[in-house]
Nanobody
Framework: QVQLIETGGGLVQAGGSTRLSCALS????????MSWFRQAPGKERVFVAG????????SYADAVRGRFAISRDSAKDAATLQMNSLKVEDTAVYYC???????????????????WGQGTQVTVSS
């Protein structure tokens, strides 16, 4: 069974930076599109950023474009979310998600994804 393990997160000052990582392990097949979603208290889970298996297709939510950067490691089995210029409204639980990559993946729909990480808290202080 495929599992996604998230690391990183914690408390960071507004205007600062932090980084999340998501490692894919288990009984994997093919290559995976990987994304980050987030959920703030009382809000629905929303798309943040996604990246294709080879890094050639990248998508960002409007709220984070220009501040966050998603990338893949050299083995293409992990995704990193670099979070810069953080705002208080970025405070949320961040979830990694993955699905076998096809050109038909709808990156910003949580229904596209078969596998999810455990979630990690990012808190941005004012």
């Amino acid at each position: 069974q495929v599992q996604l393990i998230e690391t990183g997160g914690g408390l960071v000052q507004a205007g600062g930076s932090t980084r999340l990582s998501c490692a894919l392990s288990g009984r994997t097949f093919g290559s995976y599109y990987m994304s980050w979603f987030r959920q703030a208290p009382g809000k629905e889970r929303v798309f943040v950023a996604g990246i294709s298996w080879n890094g050639r297709r990248i998508s960002y939510a409007d709220a984070v474009r220009g501040r966050f950067a998603i990338s893949r490691d050299s083995a293409k089995d992990a995704a990193t979310l670099q979070m810069n210029s953080l705002k208080v409204e970025d405070t949320a639980v961040y979830y990694c998600a993955a699905v076998v990559d096809t050109m038909a993946v709808v990156s910003d729909s949580e229904h596209s994804y078969d596998y999810w990480g455990q979630g990690t808290q990012v808190t941005v202080s004012s």
